[in-house]
């Protein structure tokens, strides 16, 4: 078994910058990619980002590239987004994902575990 916990969601104006965390619990050594998700109100879940095991490979959705960072730290089974330039159509619950498989992807359906989700709201 394995558990997602994502920290850092909250409330920030525009152009404003937050962190979220994710920390990974029980079955640790099974997992390979790590990824973020976000779904807005009416909206399907759409990929944000993700990363592999290593850290070496990366890959970020379009629409937040050059704000948003993913990173890693294996020591820690944590994952992290870095948002900056926040706007508010960024405005969304944000999941994190784990997966057993060893390179990232954009289909929410290859990964393996989900955590609850973390609300982050950018104000105009």
């Known amino acids: 078994q394995v558990q997602l916990v994502e920290f850092g969601g909250g409330l920030v104006q525009a152009w404003g910058s937050l962190r979220l965390s994710c920390a990974a619990s029980g079955r640790t050594d099974i997992l390979n990619a790590r990824g973020w998700f976000r779904q807005a109100p009416g909206k399907e879940r759409d990929f944000v980002a993700a990363i592999t095991w290593s850290g070496g490979s990366t890959d970020y959705a379009d629409s937040v590239k050059g704000r948003f960072t993913i990173s890693r730290d294996n020591a820690k089974n944590t994952v992290y987004l870095q948002m900056n330039s926040l706007k508010p159509e960024d405005t969304a619950v944000y999941y994190c994902?784990?997966?057993?498989?060893?390179?990232?992807?954009?289909?929410?359906?290859?990964?393996?575990?989900w955590g609850q989700g973390t609300q982050v709201t950018v104000s105009s």
């Open positions: 994902a784990a997966a057993n498989r060893l390179w990232t992807t954009r289909r929410s359906g290859a990964y393996d575990y």
